[in-house]
């Protein structure tokens, strides 16, 4: 379904967002009738927590905003009550901060969202009127924007394999008029993305390089995503309970996908391209093998130390390709190291850059946007990690010391040249069900990235 706000002029059944340190003053603003019935419900403010009251012929609803530590250490505070409260259209009427209203008023359109491809789901019957002084076609933009990420994310790897995600990006290509390449199988090796074609030629799902663009006018961003639909883990085999999220492991090209919705949505004055190197990293007698040196598009050989860290190689080639083009801003997006996960959980995005500017516009922009992120060094010490003695570059360097940096220092190795480059290392993945954020895919960093684009760009 595509989210969007109820109708300005339908009718709706005012809301309330009352805090637990704010529900004594509140109350008291209430008529006898509506403070005894308040009452009489054990209303107590706690975040979700719901409350419809009567006014004479007519009725309003209170929803719980929690405690200010509560609403600290999460985020769409509202978007809690919406599966609670009745079908019907409401209108926020207490008085945010404009970030927090927009904040809130993502998460209820996000509350909304339900994967239902494989089982009825009912989405919630709560609709809600956009809050008064925000930009309703924007928000709408981003919550479709993320709504695209968790379907594809969501999709397990036996109808979202290298088919089925160029289909994704060719069905978002033709909504917006975007154009779309696409180079596959033994075409790979004949236009020179050879460590791409050898990550995914042991699969009978064929490997491919998807190139989308769109616009022809202001600055330049190219997004790069890695498009792993299902990983084994090749040769070094997985054990069974590190596979059951592999699905997963296209995160990057789905998050790339839903960012690159919102900005053609919002019809943003750039030139955008979305590279996303799609493959399945399979076993069979020609799967690539431990101790392999290969060949990359850059030029650079890569020793394989363990076929489970394919990911940085295909997203080798793609920004090898893309820094021939010379983007104002070049930017990666991957489901990439377990160490990430190790070093900051799975609801922060670890973000790597050189570009100071950009790191501070992201940061800003993450905190106002609820999409928090963490900037992580390019440890030049850790470069000699990754150069093994009979190669240049070492794809999976011993020890398991820092995994994550040393998998940005690989990635930036081929994305020399470009005038600002940052990686980002996402989960892709919700574990526990929040407000807003059922258990499965999520997106991480694409809204810092969408707000922080105008500084970035100088759009």
Known sequence: MTL???????????LHLVGTEDLARWRETLGTGPRAWLDRTGFTGAQGEVALLPDGDKAFAVVGHG?????????????????????????????????????????????????????KISTPGAALKAPAGLDATRIEAIANGEALTRDLINTPANDMGPDELEAAARALAETHGADLTVTRGEDLLAENFPLIHTVGRASPRAPRLIDLRWGDAGPSLTLVGKGVCFDTGGLNLKPGSSMGLMKKDMGGAATVLGLASMI????????????????????????FRPQDILASRKGLSVEINNTDAEGRLVLADALAFATEEDPDCLVSMATLTGAARVAVGPDLAPFFTDDEALAAALSGSAARVADPVWRMPFHAPYESMIEPPLADLDNAPKGGMAGAITAALFLRRFAEGARSYTHFDIYGWQPTAAPARPVGGVGQGARALLDALPEILSL
């Open 264 to 287: 053609m949505t919002l019809g943003l004055l750039m030139r955008l391209r979305v590279l996303i190197p799609a493959v399945e990293n399979s076993v069979s007698g020609n799967s």
């Open 67 to 119: 405690t200010p530590q509560s609403r600290s250490r999460g985020r769409f505070p509202l978007a809690a009550a919406v599966p609670k409260l009745p079908e019907g259209i409401y209108d926020l009427v207490t008085p945010l901060p404009e970030a927090e209203r927009a904040e809130n008023a993502l998460g209820w359109l996000l509350a909304r969202h339900v994967f239902d491809r494989y089982k």
């Open 4 to 14: 969007r706000f109820a109708e300005a002029a339908a009718p709706a059944t005012p």
